[in-house]
């Protein structure tokens, strides 16, 4: 499957953002769909993930800011990011687990100023 992540940009500390991943053909039975980011110089981390049951995990640091939401019927995977801080400035990434394949799409920047 091919991804796509959309809705990047620029927002001060505080402010909310929403990307898109929309996938080429239909997430209904992927497994897992993930968004990870990657901020300068540091490793690729898991931000949240959501499984095809619509069960749903977030990393710690971003708990009850961020939610993750999949749409089968349009073939997405959003994530709403709130009271952005400048630590989640990062390159955001969408993740399709959908074995035996682990398919990425090319990032979407994000840039929190304080």
């Known amino acids: 499957v091919q991804l796509q992540a959309s809705g990047g940009g620029l927002v001060q500390a505080g402010g909310s953002l929403s990307l898109s991943c929309a996938a080429s053909r239909s997430i209904t039975d992927i497994i897992v769909m993930r968004w990870f980011r990657q901020a300068p110089g540091k490793q690729r981390d898991l931000v949240a993930m959501?499984?095809?049951?619509?069960?749903?995990n977030y990393a710690d640091s971003v708990k009850g800011r961020f939610t993750i939401s999949r749409d089968n019927a349009k073939n997405t995977v959003d994530l709403q990011m709130n009271s952005l801080k400048p630590e989640d400035t990062a390159v955001y990434y969408c993740n399709a687990l959908d074995l035996p394949y682990n398919s990425w799409g090319r990032g979407t920047l994000v840039t929190v100023s304080s």
């Open positions: 959501i499984t095809s049951g619509g069960d749903t």
